[in-house]
């Protein structure tokens, strides 16, 4: 273990804070590392990891695709793309076309091209301004970096990419003073992940979906991370009914292989035409095969059901905790947050000496999102584990 991280030290540029241990495997919900500890996961690779780890029918559906293609590039039809992307478009409940990106943040990228080509076809140079939402997070390239407003990401990268506003997470006057005729998109998170755990009620988004309609913006949903089961729907919007006319998706599409997607309706793909937009590695058949068998066991009915179930288990649970610095528990399906008193950073910390492998949504509080299939009697665990952490300050 000692040597790996010296190595990883010595030859890694070193932007991570990781600890010090050395994870080798993992089965379903736990993790093991190079010690032969054992630790339940709810971080699943950052809601990732959904159908958990070494998966039987996952690992078959690889282990065959591995003997297929693998890439080809994007020059050439392949039969997983086409399946995959008609999938995607049966299953999203609004759209009529996709795109396949490498990751959530070109993911969201590629939807900024895409409403500033629409903006500029249909209005002409002026309507190009992006509107985002105060404690987003949409990656950490120049444009969406530039739609994520946290000083600390951005401040050391800038000038970023211009023409971007930000107003007050559900508070629809905010938007409405920043949605004007010269905005060609607005994207917000329906959950947000990294921003704290923070639900969008059904009222701001019918308001954002109204708003983008008066001024012929387009509607994006970035369920980069709260998406694809997630919440206990297939979409975290199919619960209020607003549908998009722009939904990235990538962490959980393709297993833990690198993906992502752009889902649109026809009025946007009209406007792009050949050469606009490309990707080397996006949508390569091998990938494709396995995204294609996570999207058909994800959108299975009671497999929803059974996350919505144990996501309102969790919750509850979560709320029976007595502590003083359990502040709210809040959330939907299995992607929930603690606030606390105390920095969250250090229940991280404590939480691999009782097996807890967890994650934070910013300083105070502490994000759950554990694989989509783990158990009733893990989530017990869980809750147990952090009680215990908790009882310690």
């Known amino acids: ?44 690779g950052i809601a990732v990891n959904a159908l958990g780890y070494a998966d039987p029918e996952l690992t078959a559906v690889a282990q065959q695709a591995a003997g297929g293609l693998w890439h080809v590039s994007n020059l050439y039809h392949t039969a997983p793309v086409a399946r995959l992307a008609k999938l995607l478009v049966e299953t999203s409940g609004f759209a009529q076309r996709v795109h396949f990106s490498l990751c959530g943040a ?27 939402f105060s404690n987003a997070f949409h990656g950490r390239l120049f444009g969406s970096l530039a739609a994520t407003p946290r000083p600390k990401y951005q401040q050391a990268f800038e000038p970023l990419m211009p023409g971007v506003r930000v107003a007050e997470f559900n508070n ?20 947000q992940g990294e921003g704290g755990i923070h639900s969008a009620t059904p009222e701001f988004l019918q308001g954002l979906r109204d708003l983008c309609n008066a001024h012929d913006a387009l509607l994006i949903f970035d369920e980069v991370q709260c998406g694809l089961g997630r919440t206990g729907t297939l979409w975290a919007w199919h619960d209020s009914g607003v549908a998009p006319d722009l939904l990235t998706s990538a962490k959980p599409l393709a297993g833990g292989l690198p993906m992502g997607a752009i889902l649109m309706t026809q009025r946007v793909a009209d406007v792009m035409a050949v050469g606009d937009h490309a990707s080397t590695f996006a949508g390569g058949p091998f990938v494709a095969t396995v995204a294609e068998a996570v999207v058909r066991r994800i959108s299975q009915p009671a497999f929803l059901a059974e996350v919505r179930r144990k996501g309102e288990v969790l919750k509850e649970r979560l709320e029976e905790i007595n502590s003083p610095h359990v502040l709210d528990v809040r959330g ?11 920095p969250a950073g250090d229940v991280v910390k404590a939480g691999f000496a009782h097996g807890l492998v967890l994650v934070n949504a910013g300083p ?18 869980v809750v ?3 009680d215990a952490i908790l009882k310690t300050w």
């Open 332 to 342: 939907r399906g299995l992607l929930l947050g603690l606030q606390l008193d105390i």
């Open 384 to 386: 147990e584990r952090l």
């Open 106 to 132: 070109s993911a969201n990228e590629g939807a900024f091209k895409f409403a500033r080509k629409y903006g500029r076809t249909r209005h002409g140079e002026g309507k190009f301004h992006i509107v985002s």
């Open 364 to 381: 105070d509080v502490l994000r759950l999102a554990p694989p989509l299939v783990i158990t009733d009697a893990e989530l017990d665990t």
């Open 172 to 191: 629809l006057a905010s938007a409405a003073a920043a949605i004007q005729d010269d905005v060609c998109a607005v994207i917000v998170e329906p959950l």
């Open 1 to 44: 273990m000692d040597d790996i991280i010296q190595t990883e030290h010595d030859y890694l540029l070193q932007v991570y804070a990781r600890p010090d241990i050395v994870f080798t495997g993992g089965q379903g919900s736990t993790l093991y590392d190079s010690r032969g500890n054992a630790y339940l996961d709810c971080v699943a």
